[in-house]
């Protein structure tokens, strides 16, 4: 599929189809990886990582488990 470059401010833009940002499961203000391999121009999806509570807790030991601190007394209208 062929398409145009559009200047965009200082830099060029390029519009990406709907197909094409569905099968590549791109979406709105979603970080990529730009690169260069030959003189093509690769976009990479960036795929967010996902925390369960379960696995954040996996993690958690005796030996990095962090102990209780004193936060101070309260100021203001804070309700503790």
Do not use: C
Not at 52 to 75: I, Q, R, W, Y
Request: glycine share 8%.
């Amino acid at each position: 599929m062929q398409t145009t470059i559009k200047k965009w401010g200082n830099s060029l833009a390029l519009r990406i189809p709907k197909l094409f940002a569905n099968n590549a499961n791109l979406k709105v203000n979603k970080t990529v990886d730009i690169s260069i391999d030959e003189g093509s121009i690769i976009i990479t999806p960036i795929s967010e990582k996902e925390y369960s509570l379960e696995k954040l807790l996996k993690g958690v030991s005796k030996n990095n488990l962090h102990g209780e601190f004193d936060t101070g007394a309260p100021v203001g209208k804070e309700i503790w």
